[in-house]
C-alpha cells in the first residue's frame, strides 16, 4: 500500500504561478537557490544525459539583456509593442534562471525526450521555488527563441535552446484563481 504525503499532493493541487511583474526584491541568496536548482535537477532523465543546464541571471545581467532587445526587435521587424513588453520582462526583473535545453548525442535516448526533460526541469524549479515560499513564474517570449539574442546574450551554443525563464521573487499580491481544464474533456479512460 502507498503510503501518501498529503501536504505534496495538496501543494500540487493548490499550486499557482505568480505573475512576474508582481514579484519583487528580496529574491532567494545563492544557498537558497542551490536548494531550488538541486530539487529541480532531480527531474526524470532519461539515460542520465543532463541535457539541460541552468543559468542564473541576477540584476546586472538582466538590466544587460534587457538592453540588447530594442535593437534585436528592430532588426527582425518586430512591432514596438512587442520589442516594449520584451524589454520590460527583463529589465523590471530581480532575478530569472534560464533553463538551457542542451541536448546530448545519443543512440539511446531521443532528442525529443531530452527536451521533454530540459521542460519538466522547468516545472520542477518552479515548483521548488513557490513551495520554498517564493513567487516563481515561466516565462518565454520572442526573445528567448531568437537564436542572435540567445548566443550573444546567454552565449548558447548553436545546439542549445531556452526551455523557459524561471523569475523568483517575493509576491507583492497573490493572484485570483483561473478556470481549469475540465477533465472529462481531456481524459480518456482506456480499460481494454
Known amino acids: ?20 511583474k508582481t514579484l519583487t526584491a528580496p529574491v532567494p541568496d545563492r544557498t537558497a537557490l ?52 520584451a ?5 523590471d526583473a530581480e532575478l530569472a534562471i534560464v533553463v538551457v ?19 519538466a526541469v522547468c516545472l520542477a524549479l518552479l515548483n521548488a521555488a513557490l513551495a520554498a515560499g517564493w513567487g516563481a513564474n515561466w516565462l518565454s517570449g520572442w526573445a528567448s527563441h531568437d537564436r542572435a539574442f540567445i548566443r550573444d546574450g546567454l552565449g548558447l551554443a548553436d545546439h542549445e535552446n531556452i526551455a523557459g525563464l524561471i523569475h523568483i521573487g517575493t509576491e507583492t499580491s497573490a493572484p485570483p484563481e483561473r478556470p481549469r481544464p475540465d477533465l472529462a474533456r481531456i481524459t480518456t479512460w482506456a480499460s481494454a
Open 87 to 91: 524589454v520590460i520582462q527583463y529589465a
Open 34 to 85: 542551490e536548494t531550488l536548482l538541486t530539487a529541480a535537477a532531480r527531474t526524470p532523465d532519461h539515460g542520465k544525459l543532463e541535457p539541460w543546464r541552468f543559468i542564473v541571471l541576477e540584476r546586472p545581467a538582466l538590466a544587460r539583456l534587457a538592453a540588447m532587445i530594442p535593437a534585436r526587435g528592430a532588426a527582425l521587424g518586430l512591432d514596438p509593442e512587442k520589442i516594449t513588453k
Open 101 to 119: 535545453s542542451t541536448p546530448k548525442a545519443s543512440d539511446k535516448i531521443p532528442q525529443i525526450e531530452q527536451i521533454y526533460s530540459a521542460g
Open 1 to 20: 500500500m502507498p503510503v501518501p504525503n498529503p501536504a505534496a499532493l495538496d501543494f500540487l493541487l493548490t499550486r499557482r504561478s505568480r505573475p512576474a
